[in-house]
């Protein structure tokens, strides 16, 4: 779930200067992907020591930090090896499961900066050229990869019961909507989350950062490159929420080091800060982005009739972008027609309307439902005002997250042979520690990274990921960043009904698997 990145912010001038407020620091997925705020930040609690060890497992010894001055002193880069195989429709797949560190090198300095856990899954193959190998993480900032790597399309899988708020018995599940027949699948975490470290000098904090951070992730795919000689096999980035901004400054900065990307996914993508309400303060900028997202939740909770999502976004494209650039502009009144179809594609009021024209996401998600409070992640789940799923501010990722933070560390000591000297830590509360600046920009906008990337290739494939109901990172926002790069045949969107975290949802898991698969197989053909 990264902003996914899973996060609430606002921002206002004062005195001349730019500050930043945070209205909720909740987890990043991914999605993408994250935790609730009442995770620990500095994890300490020592795993249990696999017992007995099998063949190829590895007791980590060492202690991670995740504080922001944490640093290893000196890399390793040792990991529990296990053969393994999953069932996939009758037939079994063997798979190698390999979970560990790999390092960072600085390209500058040509030493060890950061030290990456990551889990690998592979299967033999005759031709590496021929198998690709996507490399997935989630967002936050401050989010670990368990989100992604146990709810989305490795081969070991969290049962969820989303959208309901039913909160099943934690089961991992063979899955069926693996990608492993067809891909390799290396799930990293960002440094400082899970057990992925700076290496001295360097402390965590100095990755904590858009630049440094990319930077980082670039080092750790070019090293895994080379370690398992993957250069001739086509490669894929999957980032969630923040991962997906993040997927567009690294893919540009690994085609600039000569490391080809045959294709991105963008889950659930907030590619430009700048131009989502969410992350400004409505009044500021435009809210358009989110009214297709308002109009198909009101329908899917019968406050309101479904309306088509393309005549949705033709209104707001159309009659509410000239309205609210006036009411922005001069606080215009907007017209009576076009407040009257605000209420009707939402059922709120026109009252409310006239007097939340430039409605953001928060309004939305406590009002659209009287007495309930909207998931903001996924927007079909709600739950009672006061109630215990309300109390992290977001009912769909509350009644997830204590399963999938708990399951990754008995899912790594029991079935991946691996254990360490400390408690892995699935998100770190740092959104106020992070450096947003990008480019020159106080807030990145990574549209003009993905451009870069595919001037250097022009063979580089999207496939943006969408779900109808997420109040984070609304799909029509990521169409409007996307057509910014023009009309391409080479960028693909995809929409579920679904939420930030598409995965989660059986059925359009299911959908999902098809539609990356056909992906993948668009670029292996043109690899």
């Known amino acids: 779930m990264a902003f996914c990145t899973k996060l609430q912010w606002r921002l206002w001038t004062r005195r001349g200067?730019?500050?930043?407020?945070f209205a909720a620091a909740l987890a990043a997925c991914g999605g993408g992907s994250g935790g609730s705020s009442s995770t620990p930040t500095t994890p300490n609690t020592p795993t249990t020591p696999v017992t007995p060890p099998v063949a190829g497992s590895f007791a980590d010894a060492t202690v991670y930090s995740s504080t922001a001055t944490g640093s290893l002193a000196a890399?390793?880069?040792?990991?529990?090896?296990?053969a393994s195989h999953i069932l996939l429709n009758g037939q079994q797949l063997n798979y190698t499961a390999t979970t560990g560190h790999l390092t960072g090198t600085d390209v500058k300095?040509?030493?060890?900066?950061?030290?990456f856990f990551y889990v690998a899954y592979t299967v033999a193959s005759p031709d590496l050229s021929?198998?690709?190998?996507?490399?997935?993480?989630?967002?936050?900032?401050?989010?670990?990869?368990?989100?992604?790597?146990?709810?989305s399309f490795g081969p070991r899988r969290l049962v969820t019961a989303i959208p309901s708020t039913t909160i099943p018995p934690v089961q991992l599940v063979d899955n069926q909507e693996t990608l492993l027949a067809v891909a390799d699948l290396v799930f990293v975490d960002a440094?400082?989350?899970g057990y992925s470290q700076a290496i001295s000098p360097n402390t965590n904090q100095d990755f904590w950062g858009v630049d440094r951070d990319a930077a980082a992730f670039r080092d750790f795919v070019q090293r895994y490159v080379v370690v398992n000689k993957r250069e001739a096999s086509p490669k894929l980035l999957f980032g969630e929420s923040y991962g997906a901004p993040r997927t567009a400054v690294l893919a540009n900065l690994l085609e600039t080091a000569?490391?080809?990307?045959?294709?991105?996914?963008?889950?659930?993508?907030?590619?430009?800060?700048?131009?989502?309400?969410?992350?400004?303060?409505?009044?500021?900028?435009?809210?358009?982005?989110?009214?297709?997202?308002?109009?198909a939740t009101s329908a899917y909770h019968q406050r309101a009739a479904a309306a088509p999502v393309d005549q949705v976004r033709s209104f707001a494209a159309g009659a509410y972008r000239t309205a609210i650039a006036a009411y922005l502009a001069s606080k215009v009144a907007p017209p009576d027609a076009v407040i009257g179809q605000l209420s009707s594609y939402t059922g709120l009021s026109t009252l409310t309307w006239q007097q939340n024209f430039d409605m953001g996401p928060d309004y939305y998600q406590k009002n659209a439902v009287t007495g309930q409070l909207l998931g903001r992640y996924d927007a079909r789940v709600l739950a009672p005002n006061g109630s215990a799923l309300t109390r992290d501010g977001d009912p769909s990722l509350t009644v997830v997250n204590d399963a999938f933070s708990s399951s990754i560390v008995t899912y790594m000591a029991s079935e991946l042979h691996y254990s360490a000297g400390s408690a892995y830590a699935p998100f770190i509360d740092i959104v106020n520690r992070w450096n947003f600046s990008h480019d020159g920009k106080q807030l990145p906008d990574t549209i003009p990274d993905l451009a870069a990337a595919m001037t250097l290739n022009p063979a580089l494939k999207i496939l943006a990921i969408n779900g109808y109901h997420d109040l984070a990172t609304p799909f029509h926002q990521t169409e409007l960043d996307l057509a910014r790069l023009g009309e391409n045949q080479s960028i693909i969107l995809k929409y579920y009904v679904s939420g930030h975290m598409t995965y989660l949802d059986d059925t359009a898991r299911r959908a999902q698997q098809t539609d990356l698969i056909n992906f993948l197989n668009s670029v292996t053909v043109s690899h």
């Open 17 to 21: 200067a730019l500050a930043v407020a």
């Open 75 to 82: 890399p390793n880069e040792n990991a529990a090896v296990i």
């Open 109 to 115: 300095t040509g030493k060890a900066s950061a030290s």
């Open 130 to 151: 021929k198998r690709p190998v996507i490399f997935f993480y989630n967002g936050g900032p401050g989010s670990a990869s368990t989100y992604l790597h146990l709810g």
């Open 191 to 193: 440094i400082g989350t």
């Open 258 to 295: 000569g490391v080809q990307i045959d294709g991105v996914v963008l889950q659930s993508a907030i590619m430009d800060y700048n131009s989502n309400c969410g992350v400004l303060d409505p009044g500021a900028i435009s809210c358009e982005g989110y009214i297709p997202t308002y109009a």
